[in-house]
């Protein structure tokens, strides 16, 4: 019950506080009390069943309210008017808003822009552009409405300090913001910044003192630049038994974070940005790899093989064994005929597979393997087709993917030019051997914005790069959109 006032603040916890106490100390948390029997948690607490039934009820009807549910049908003869919910599909358009990134393309490829009531995460690997992004976001939810929502931003950084030179280059140079009348135009001085260097000062900026600034500064936009960059420093140290504890504990402080942006975003309805850093993905399984073809994943049967090697402990988990392998007695004994005792032997079937990650049950299906479905949840490795972009998973995992509501990937891939004309190269073998030739070369990057899931947007197109993202460049004010005829004259 630990859980309660995070799930329903306003929960009068007085009358039960007996009760919630010896729920703490067994463990029970809000959704065992809804969903649980009665009995079950008296046998394990020896609470009175008629006790725990009374605070079961009350902690539905506070969520029936919460949910707005404004009649309660107590018998089923009961005659009274409709259940209605608060969010309706009329009152759901009303509230939907969303503001510019400043470009109309870049707009388009994300429903309409960056939308309030959502958390939104933009990930990437360094020097993709996350950072620049961002920037440009603070200053136009400045904007009056409908580019922005004429409200000011919030700035949360957990590595560096909050760049104000950038963030004036962009203001000075933007002609989205030099169009914008003065009297409206964004200021440095409506973007407040806080650097967080640990979990703990994290977690008290978030719970106190942002509601604060909300409702004092009318604060639009909050940014959280990066999630994991605190996560990693705390819970990536321990190794053994210790590691096994430490990434429950971090499982449960993601689900809290995600529990508090997500009140955060739908109490005053603003619009939350986080940023997140990328791992290389390593391995041979699906999706795993950026350098060659993928291998595809067969179900010809329920002993189906995921082909190649897990990238990680879940998916060698759920891997199913490899099929019984049939020799025949002249093979094993190189050519010459057994006798019948060592016939018999060679003959008799092999032992039934033994399973060291899973003992005691059926294998899983490919399709459950982390190799295989996380395709659709990272942005890289969902090309049926093969990519050649370096494989990449967002940090933190599956458990925090399951946090926020959209995720926006970054892409780059670096361009050499050769005589006037641009060229992708993967690697800097053909670079080098220029350079050993004494010839001059010039590198520069291509990026790339890729809508991996959104409720209010369209996914992108199967691939990393040209496979239906949006190429985008970082000038001087900010991020915009290449255009085809653009990308042509540089490609020569």
Request: zero cysteines; proline letters at 9%; glycine letters at 10%.
């Amino acid at each position: 019950m630990t859980d309660l006032l995070r799930v329903l603040p306003d929960f009068p916890v007085g009358p039960y506080a007996r009760l919630i106490t010896v729920l703490e100390k067994h463990g029970f948390t809000t959704t065992d009390l809804v969903t649980l029997d009665a009995a079950a948690i008296g046998k394990r607490t020896q609470l009175p069943l008629l006790d725990i039934q009374r605070l079961s009820s009350a902690v539905l009807d506070a969520l029936h309210a919460d949910l707005g549910v404004a009649t309660k049908v107590t018998h089923s003869d009961d005659v009274g008017p409709p259940a209605r919910l608060k969010n309706t599909a009329e009152t759901l358009a009303t509230r939907w808003h969303t503001f510019s990134t400043l470009d109309d393309t870049l707009d388009g490829a994300l429903g309409g822009g960056i939308p309030t009531g959502y958390v939104t995460e933009i990930t990437g690997e360094s020097g993709a552009g996350k950072t620049q992004f961002l920037l440009t976001l603070l200053l136009a939810v400045q904007l009056p409405p409908p580019r922005g929502l004429g409200k000011s931003a919030l700035y949360i950084s957990t590595e560096a300090a909050l760049s104000t030179r950038r963030l004036a280059q962009i203001l000075s140079a933007n002609p989205t913001i030099q169009s914008t009348p003065a009297d409206s135009r964004p200021s440095l001085d409506n973007v407040m910044s806080q650097v967080t260097p640990d979990l703990e000062s994290q977690d008290h900026i978030i719970a106190f003192q942002v509601p604060v600034a909300i409702e004092r500064r009318n604060v639009g936009l909050l940014v959280l630049d990066s999630v994991a960059a605190n996560f990693r420093a705390e819970f990536e140290r321990a190794s053994g038994q210790r590691q096994s504890a430490s990434m429950g504990a971090r499982s449960a402080e993601l689900i809290r974070l995600g529990m508090q942006l997500h009140e955060l975003a739908r109490k005053y309805n603003i619009a939350i940005v986080v940023a997140n850093q990328v791992a290389d993905r390593f391995g041979g399984g699906i999706g795993s790899t950026g350098t060659g073809p993928k291998t595809p994943l067969t179900f010809a049967s329920s002993s189906a093989q995921v082909k190649g090697t897990p990238s990680s402990p879940l998916a060698m988990r759920s891997k199913p064994p490899p099929p019984p392998q049939t020799t025949t007695a002249a093979a094993d004994t190189g050519g010459v005929e057994p006798p019948s005792s060592m016939r018999e032997i060679l003959a008799a079937p092999p032992p039934p597979p033994t399973f060291p990650y899973d003992e005691g049950g059926p294998p899983s299906h490919p399709a459950l393997t982390l190799d295989h479905q996380q395709r659709w949840f990272t942005g890289w490795g969902d090309d049926p087709d093969g990519s050649d972009h370096p494989m990449k998973t967002p940090s933190l995992g599956l458990i925090w993917a399951s946090q926020i509501s959209a995720r926006i990937a970054l892409f780059k891939r670096p361009v050499h030019h050769y005589g006037g004309r641009s060229r992708y190269t993967l690697d800097g073998e053909e670079e080098d051997e220029r350079r050993r030739q004494g010839m001059p070369t010039m590198r520069m990057w291509r990026r790339w914005m890729k809508v991996v899931f959104a409720p209010h947007a369209r996914p992108s197109d199967p691939g990393t790069g040209e496979g239906g993202a949006v190429e985008f460049e970082v000038t001087t004010g900010g991020v915009r959109a290449v255009t085809v005829g653009k990308k042509a004259a540089e490609l020569g």
